[in-house]
């Protein structure tokens, strides 16, 4: 079935730029996302990228597809304390219904440190 | 324009009650999608919901049941509680299926 794997953890300095990476397996994959989940929280959704796209920008987030590799990255700018949080990696592919079937990743929880 | 709305935040139950949960959708919004996010884990597809009708099932037991009415809004019922249906309970909406899905705030469950 369909896989997602993040790193678990992330740390670093405030003012510095943050990359979180995602792999997933589904070749089929239409959308792949970026939630943020805070504590006590449900899902934000951060953005969103169409698998033929190779790259969003959108203010301080990056996100770059390397669908070859099935490889998605987010790049937070100039990373702030509010930017702690859990990030959620989540593809979107059909089912073999015809719909859509959304599998998130485990999560990379980001520490920003002052 | 008022986003996921889910009740009740919290609920703690006994092994073997029996549960509901409600979810009222994004605005404009006729799919809802029910996910279930034990403590350390991304969540888990459980079922989504469109016209009313299950459309398509995670890899979840019969015990998990639910729920769409005409105005869209959606409940996820659990039958026999288990110590490991603790969990927060996450509704989606989207619309059509096709959009990304917003996420309500959840219901955690705590099962004794």
């Known amino acids: 079935g369909e896989d997602v794997e993040q790193s678990l953890f992330l740390s670093v300095r405030e003012g510095d730029s943050s990359v979180i990476n995602c792999t997933y397996t589904d070749s089929s994959s239409t959308y792949l996302y970026w939630y943020k989940q805070e504590p006590g929280a449900g899902l934000q959704l951060l953005t969103y990228?169409?698998?033929?796209?190779d790259m969003k920008q959108d203010q301080r987030l990056t996100v770059l597809l390397n669908k070859k590799d099935k490889h998605l990255s987010l790049r937070i700018a100039d990373t702030q304390t509010g930017d702690s949080a859990i990030y959620f990696c989540?593809?979107?592919?059909?089912?073999?219904?015809?719909?859509?079937?959304?599998?998130f990743g485990t999560g990379t929880k980001l520490q920003v440190i002052p | 324009d008022a986003g996921v709305t889910q009740s009740p935040t919290h609920l703690i139950k006994t092994r073997g009650q029996q549960v509901t949960l409600r979810c009222s959708p994004k605005?404009?919004?006729?799919?809802v999608s029910w996910y279930q996010q034990a403590l350390g884990q991304g969540p888990q597809f459980i079922f989504q919901?469109?016209?009313?009708?299950?459309?398509q099932r995670g890899n979840f037991p019969d015990r998990f049941s639910g729920h769409q009415f005409p105005n869209y809004s959606s409940e996820l019922n659990v039958n026999a509680l288990l110590l490991g249906d603790s969990a927060l309970y996450l509704c989606?909406?989207?619309?059509?299926?096709?959009?990304?899905?917003?996420f309500g705030d959840g219901t955690r469950l705590s099962i004794l």
């Open positions: 990228i169409f698998s033929n796209m």
């Open positions: 989606a909406s989207s619309l059509g299926g096709r959009q990304p899905q917003h």
């Open positions: 605005s404009g919004h006729d799919t």
């Open positions: 919901y469109y016209e009313e009708e299950e459309r």
């Open positions: 989540a593809e979107s592919g059909m089912n073999s219904g015809g719909y859509q079937k959304v599998t």
